[in-house]
Antibody, heavy 115, light 111 residues
Framework: EVVLEQSGGGLVQPGGSLRLSCVTS????????MSWVRQAPGKGLEWVAN????????YYVDSVKGRFTISRDNAKNSLFLQMDGLRVEDTAVYYC????????WGPGTLVTVSS | DVVLTQSPLSLSVTLGQPASISCRSS???????????LIWFHQRPGQSPRRLIY???TRDSGVPDRFGGSGSGTDFTLKISRVEAEDVGVYYC?????????FGQGTKVEI
């Protein structure tokens, strides 16, 4: 069974930083692209970033470029999202998901940016 | 970016009756390899999304056969042949043909 476990959300002031983690099991992690998708309160889904199997390619939605960094540790089957310069509009539940067609999702972690 | 427009945005259904959701794309979703990367997700309240269908009409493992996807080019449809109580929630289409992947606005289904 594929399981994605998330951690790292919370409340942060505008301009602050958070690091999200996603630890996976039940899949050959190093064989898949991985992604972050977010959902603002009461809103729809928005792709945020994804990373190639070996970490050599990374892509971001324009609104987070230069502020967020996606990374992975294949030895630990883990995906990360370093979020710096957080803005109120980054408030959302952040999901990690396998690949870029998202057959598997994590439970989500809430990031609240507020003063 | 490719815009996906879902309709209706809200749908009230009767148990045992069929339901249908439309997803229209601002451009053809046929990729250079001949595949069409149109995906449907279902999100129950308070839960993560679950993928139901990929490449227009292929059901994921464990998805009941009352769910069916169809369409081509720019027009796609998700049909539920007989709605059950567990089908409530929000349904999203998503395209994976062009970067960046984009989602429709979602269709809320309630009984």
């Amino acid at each position: 069974e594929v399981v994605l476990e998330q951690s790292g959300g919370g409340l942060v002031q505008p301009g602050g930083s958070l690091r999200l983690s996603c630890v996976t099991s039940g899949l050959s992690f190093s064989s898949y692209w991985m992604s972050w998708v977010r959902q603002a309160p009461g809103k729809g889904l928005e792709w945020v970033a994804n990373i190639k199997e070996d970490g050599s390619e990374k892509y971001y939605v324009d609104s987070v470029k230069g502020r967020f960094t996606i990374s992975r540790d294949n030895a630990k089957n883990s995906l990360f999202l370093q979020m710096d310069g957080l803005r109120v509009e980054d408030t959302a539940v952040y999901y990690c998901a396998r690949g870029y067609s998202y057959p598997n999702w994590g439970p989500g972690t809430l990031v609240t940016v507020s003063s | 970016d490719v815009v996906l427009t879902q309709s209706p945005l809200s749908l009230s259904v009767t148990l045992g009756q069929p339901a249908s959701i439309s997803c229209r794309s601002s451009q053809s979703l046929v990729y250079t390899d001949g595949n069409t990367y149109l995906i449907w997700f279902h999100q129950r309240p308070g839960q993560s999304p679950r993928r139901l269908i990929y490449k227009v009409s292929t059901r994921d493992s464990g998805v009941p056969d009352r769910f069916g996807g169809s369409g081509s080019g720019t027009d796609f449809t998700l049909k539920i042949s007989r709605v059950e109580a567990e089908d409530v929630g929000v349904y999203y289409c998503m395209q994976g043909t062009y970067w960046p992947q984009t989602f429709g606005q979602g269709t809320k289904v309630e009984i």
